[in-house]
């Protein structure tokens, strides 16, 4: 039986946006090291099912060494901690349909309403910070993940390995074919294709977020 927390994903992305209340609870709960520190030398991050476990295994597959991520948070305070502390970042984004449909596959507890709400409350959050981060879209992400390095070397003056774009095709695939399967098999039968026309409102706020961060990645050159 799946017990349903309607608002879970929102009160928990309205704390991360403080990471001086978010963090210690997280640590407290969580591996700490996933954690954006002064000794973060990069921060991937993202909403749930933006491409974050791609992401972070292209980078550190790309020849990046024991380089320090922070990854995995999936919370705000993560880039708020970044740009504290002038640590380069990855902002993953991914149109919330396709987030909160691959979301519900892993997140069963959670509804549909829920994760649209916390999907603006974190993006809204983000964009005061815009000069503290990378915008690297899902489909860029999934398709030229070196792409992404390479705006984060531009902006940062950083100096990241791109990723080989052969093996970036076959990782590629072997993910998208992963999240399909998880959608079929795990997600739960009311929640597999949410119908989304019942949050007609939730949608056009989430889509108005994701309409204006693609935007400004073309200013990143990763869209």
């Avoid at 928990?12 to 978010?22: I, M, V, Y």
């Avoid at 099912?49 to 292209?58: H, K, L, M, P, T």
């Avoid at 998208?176 to 026309?197: C, D, G, I, N, V």
């Amino acid at each position: 039986m799946h017990i349903h927390i309607p608002f879970h994903w929102t009160l928990r992305t309205h704390a991360g946006s403080r990471p001086w209340l978010f963090n210690p609870v997280f640590r407290a709960l969580n591996a700490g090291e996933r954690l954006t520190a002064r000794n973060t030398e990069l921060v991937i991050e993202g909403f749930p099912r933006s491409g974050n476990s791609f992401s972070v295994f292209a980078f550190l597959n790309a020849g990046a060494g024991n380089i320090a991520v922070a990854h995995h948070v999936h919370s705000p305070s993560q880039i708020v901690s970044a740009a504290r502390y002038d640590i380069p970042a990855i902002l993953l984004i991914r149109s919330p349909k396709d987030a909160v449909t691959a979301g519900l596959a892993k997140i069963a507890t959670h509804t549909a309403s829920d994760l649209l709400r916390a999907y603006s409350v974190y993006y809204r959050a983000l964009r005061p910070l815009r000069d503290h981060y990378v915008i690297a879209p899902f489909e860029t992400v999934t398709t030229d993940f070196g792409r992404i390095v390479a705006a984060v070397n531009r902006r940062f003056g950083t100096g990241f390995e791109e990723f080989d774009q052969n093996r970036h095709r076959m990782l590629s695939k072997a993910f998208l074919a992963q999240e399909k399967l998880e959608a079929s098999a795990y997600a739960p039968l009311t929640e597999r294709h949410p119908r989304f026309e019942r949050y007609a409102f939730l949608v056009e706020r989430a889509e108005r977020h994701h309409a204006a961060y693609m935007t400004l990645a073309q200013d990143d050159r990763t869209a």
